[in-house]
Structure formats: C-alpha cells, structure tokens
C-alpha cells in the first residue's frame, strides 16, 4: 500500500506523529516477526516546499504532493482548533491548494483519508458532498452549518463513505491509521494497536461534552436548560418549544442544524450524561439511578449505555474499557461493504 500524508502548514503534531508512527511500528513489526507483507511505503507531502506544525516544528517533506502512483491521500488535522481561529485558516492560499490536490487525487482514482479538522479541509474540496462523514465533536455544529450538504455522522469514531473514510477529534487519527492497517492485515493491525496499547474507541459520544455543543446557539442553550430541569419527568415537545417560545417545527428545525439531532433524541443524551455522571460520582444503583433520569428500571439504563456509549454500567464506574468490542468493531460501516485498499476489489 503506498500512501501520501498531505501535511499543510500548521498541521496538528499530534495527528501527523500519529499517523505516521502507526505505519512505521507495522512495518518493523512485519520484520520482526517474519509476516513477509509488503511495507507501507508512506512518504509526506506539501502544497508548498516548506511546512512548519502547529508547535512550529519543521516538517520533512518528500515534495509537492502527485497523485500518480498512490493508493491513499491521509490529511491531517491543522491545529485550529475553535471555530474563530479555524475559518480563516481555511481560506488560505495553501488549503486552496490542497483543495485541488484532494479533487486531483479522487480523478486519479486515489482513497482518501482525513481525521480531526482534516475533515474540513476535505468538505472545503467539495468531495465529501453527498457523503457520509465524521468530524471533531466539538465542531460538529459548525460543520453542518459550513457543509450542509455532507451527511454528518459525528457521534461515530470512524465513518467510510465509498473510498473516503473519515475520523474523529484528535486520537481519531490512530484509529484511522490502524483502519489502514487492517485493510492489509486484520492481524497486523491487532498487534500495532496491542504493542501502542491503544483501546477500542467505538464512539466519540462517550467524549462529547453536551453542555459545550448546546452553547453554538442560543435557542438550543435555552433547549437544554429547560431539559436538563425535567430529565426524571417524560419528554412533551409541545412543553419544550413553550418554554423556548418558538414553534415546535422551529425548535425540531434549529437542533437538527446545529446538532444533527431532534429534540427527543439531545433529551436523551442529556438523560445518559447525567446517568454517566451519577455512576460515577455516587453509589446509587442502576435502578435508583434510572428513576433520578427517567428511564423505567435499571435495565433500560444499562440497555441505552450499550447503545450509545458501547460501555456497560461496571466499565462506566470503573473506566475500564477491557471488554468493549475489538479494534476490528471500530467501524460500524466497514463490516457491511467489501473492504477498499491495495489488492482487494471494489
């Protein structure tokens, strides 16, 4: 598999290292242990000659980036974090670039990767319209507002859409890395992950911090206040937009922009935040727990964390992640289309 890290100036050090110490352990692991697959050939190009990160170290380039003769383009995060910074980094002549190296790419037939904020620069490229993607959680409502026509996907680590295959906020970068890997070997990936002891991470949701993305706008803060006021009462949408004093198309419409999600389904997520917190903070039990947020019995509870945490109540107290599913689980779309990568078939 020969790949391209497309590194524009300020890219996120973190990200970049990631990446590339992913491929470089699977390579000196596949010596190692006499798997005798190819190597990764992995080199990193620029739009311009010179690349400094976001910690303003000097990036060594193999040169301009050309898509003749690569199987996948891997773009980074860039280190903007908050929206105020990362808008205006996105006009700049470099992301310009990149954005025809990303459309030159696709016409030469080439995968394309992109973690973290690299998800923007390749919505910027217009190549993920129609898509479905992922990004940084926190900016998941700036994202749907800037690319309303990308089918976003925010509460998932990982998201492959065709030949395009996305990832979230910053250690999203090694779960995509590692996704690589495994499109080669399965095998391979399982031990780079076990020898950078990394975990599963099945869901940015368990991450998310709701109250962040409830503050984007003010009718959704107001939304969540009054939520987070009656999450041990049933849900009424009819008393939810009186007490915002909107409609309730108006307040259905503004969470679905801003947060991809309807009122019902944030009441929900605050329900969970909240349980999450009192298992672990206090010894109630699960029962006494689903009462204070709602929910019938401590069965439901533990059912909702399955689902939208891929955690149970003793790992959610305990913080041990042992038995979530393996690395190969990580993607919930890639079981349910043909694998896409060097030697396998579309």
Request: charged share 25%.
């Amino acid at each position: 598999m020969k790949l391209q890290v497309l590194a524009l100036d300020g890219v996120f050090d973190t990200g970049l290292s990631t990446i590339l110490d992913v491929f470089t352990t699977a390579n000196e692991l596949n010596v190692m242990l006499s798997l005798g697959m190819p190597p990764f050939e992995v080199s990193v190009a620029g739009t311009r000659e010179r690349v400094q990160t976001s910690q303003g170290f000097a990036v060594p380039l193999s040169g301009i980036f050309d898509p003749r003769g690569s199987d996948w383009l891997i773009i980074p995060g860039i280190g903007y974090k908050m929206p105020e910074l990362l808008v205006p980094a996105l006009d700049r002549s470099d992301i310009r670039d990149a954005k025809l190296a990303i459309r030159a790419a696709k016409g030469a037939g080439m995968n394309i990767a992109a973690a973290c904020i690299g998800t923007f620069v390749l919505a910027e490229s217009g190549m993920l319209d129609g898509e479905k993607a992922t990004t940084t959680w926190w900016l998941a409502p700036l994202f749907r507002q800037r690319y309303p026509k990308v089918r976003l996907e925010d509460g998932n680590m990982l998201v492959r859409s065709g030949s395009l295959v996305t990832a979230g906020a910053a250690l999203g970068h090694m779960d995509m890395a590692l996704w690589l890997v495994r499109q080669v070997s399965p095998e391979l990936a399982s031990l780079v992950a076990r020898y950078l002891i990394v975990d599963s991470r099945p869901a940015q949701s368990a991450y998310v911090l709701t109250d962040h993305l409830a503050h984007a706008d003010p009718m959704v803060e107001r939304f969540e206040r009054w939520a987070r006021s009656r999450l041990s009462e049933g849900f009424s949408l009819d008393e939810a937009a009186e007490a915002v004093a909107v409609s309730k198309r108006t307040l259905a419409r503004r969470l679905q922009q801003v947060l991809g999600k309807t009122p019902l389904s944030f009441f929900q997520d605050l329900r969970v935040e909240r349980a999450v917190h009192l298992l672990k903070t206090s010894d109630k039990s699960p029962d006494e727990i689903a009462a204070l947020v709602g929910y019938a019995d401590g069965a439901t509870l533990r059912a909702l964390l399955r689902q939208k945490l891929g955690r149970g109540v003793r790992e959610v107290r305990t913080g041990n992640g042992s038995d979530l599913p393996p690395l190969e689980q990580i993607i919930q779309t890639a079981d349910t289309e043909p694998a896409i990568g060097i030697g396998i078939e579309h």
